[in-house]
């Protein structure tokens, strides 16, 4: 009986834990870039096992190769019930010469996802 039981704690606490690492780091699924009058538009569909208010993707930015940030949309609520999601940020400027950039995600728990997703500009 005393087996049973710990088998039976040991299965829980598998499921708890692997449960727990479902809303792991946010992936970046795709990304669009489109250039206007106004500057760039950039859409960039995000993957995330959002659980609530406590752990969401709550942020994507673009970058040059070099590192400056250029741009980045704040996600203001966990979209639990929509995934993958996809958000849109107008008015990116982009300076001469740079023919990529580098787009990064983060979650509310786990920071910036060490993915980075390189998109080339149309």
């Known amino acids: 009986m005393l087996e049973i039981r710990a088998i039976s704690i ?3 606490i598998s499921v708890l834990v692997s449960g727990a690492s479902v809303a792991g780091d ?3 699924v795709d990304a669009t870039a489109k250039e206007g009058a106004g500057g760039w538009t950039f859409s960039v569909t995000l993957k995330h096992g959002d659980t609530g208010w406590d752990h969401y993707a709550d942020l994507w930015e673009v970058y040059t190769p070099e590192g400056e ?3 980045k949309r704040v996600l203001a609520h966990p979209h639990v019930n ?3 999601f ?3 940020l107008s ?3 982009i300076p001469d010469g740079i ?3 580098v787009i990064r995600a983060r979650d ?4 910036v996802s060490p993915q980075e997703f390189r998109l080339e500009l149309p």
């Open 10 to 12: 040991a299965a829980i």
């Open 26 to 28: 946010v992936e970046i």
């Open 69 to 71: 940030l250029l741009g």
């Open 82 to 84: 929509e995934q993958p």
């Open 86 to 88: 996809t958000r849109s």
């Open 91 to 93: 008015g990116v400027l």
């Open 99 to 101: 023919t990529i950039v």
């Open 108 to 111: 509310s728990v786990h920071g």
